[in-house]
């Protein structure tokens, strides 16, 4: 690997494959080195070749994540430190601590007031009522709710935290990152589980909007620090993961065009003046050919890398923005581009609709399609050794879990 001396270094935050494809997006438009702060001694960007990674399992603590950045910032006052959050939990402590960071510090993000807000499922519907963004019919459950609910809807629902964050720091055994309920035995026992684990915060009950996975789409735009929207790049997910914890996961994306939805965000990402990534979950309802928004996600999604194989390198806009103080003119995808994270065996057997199958057909035979793990040069032996495994792991996830 090649490295080139330049007057920034990138640090990064997390563990799973968020932290490796924005790393491999920086080093292919930089050739620069990341340094990445993650919990555990594993996953993509562990022992690669364009990381040093530090394991730390207190990082997403505030003292420790404070005290990690700003003595690694004046290890290196001579240089400018992009800060990048690859967990909500990161983003959240970048947004708090802005003001307490050294002078060299940069951390691209909004106020932490309206990314904690933003984290509340039910203030972005909120939102999407003013924009004009359809979700699904929602119910929401209160903090000390015994679980028992009538529902305006029918069976099977979705059930899902409203704050993400404070859901995984109440963990027990059966957790799961989305629950499907049969039944309203089911989900009045689900609730129950919830909140004796601790949860403190509302849980959201959904309607359920009929499709496989072929119904969702992925949005991902940067916002400059003026709140102007410079970046947006829509993508056609055709298979998600189907394992308890990694549920709604993407496994599978080509990039689409759809313009009138994608002006329906850039509206409400100016009114707030939002600043720095943000990514969206939407799925379409054929029932009345809608596109219902499920969340915002302050920060980019962990299958980033659709973007920068579509032709945007990612990475370009804060770095142009905050390192290069460059204008940035607004982007969309210059190609289609496939992106997946599974097996082609896995995409062409659990992919089913006609026209869908096609594309990926199409794109495989071309090698237009990019797996961001495996990047060309990063084979450190016991770093491929643990992606193969992970790779190949997914045929018998697969047949375990999607149903």
Known sequence: MEFKEQNFIPVIFGGDINTYSVARALYEAYRVRSYTFGKFPTGPSYNSKIITYTANEAIDTEDVFLKTLTDFANKHKKKKILAIGCGDSYVALLSKLKNRLPENVIAPYSNYELLNRLQQKEHFYELCEQHGLDYPATVIVKPGSDGKVELPFKYPVILKPSDPIAYWEHPFATQEKVYTCKNKTQLEETIKKIYEAGYPDDLIIQDMIPGNDEYMRVLTCYSNKRGHVKMMC??????????????????????????????????????????????????????????????????????????????????????????????????????????????KGVAKKYIYEEENVSKLRKLLKEKKYVNPVFMKGDNKPMRMARMWKNHLSHYKKFKTYYS
């Open 234 to 343: 829509l993508g056609h997910v055709l298979l998600e993961e189907h394992t308890p914890h990694g549920k709604g996961n993407h496994a599978v994306i080509i990039t689409e065009k759809n313009e009138q939805l994608m002006e329906k965000v850039k509206a409400l990402l100016h009114s707030m003046h939002y600043v720095g990534f943000s990514n969206f979950d939407i799925k379409y309802d054929r029932r009345d050919g809608k596109y219902k928004f499920f969340e915002i996600n302050t920060r980019q999604g962990r299958s980033n890398y659709y973007v920068t194989a579509s032709g945007i390198n990612l990475m370009k806009f804060p770095v142009e923005e905050y390192i290069l103080d460059q204008p940035l003119e607004f982007t969309t995808p210059k190609k289609e581009a496939l992106w997946l994270v599974v097996p």
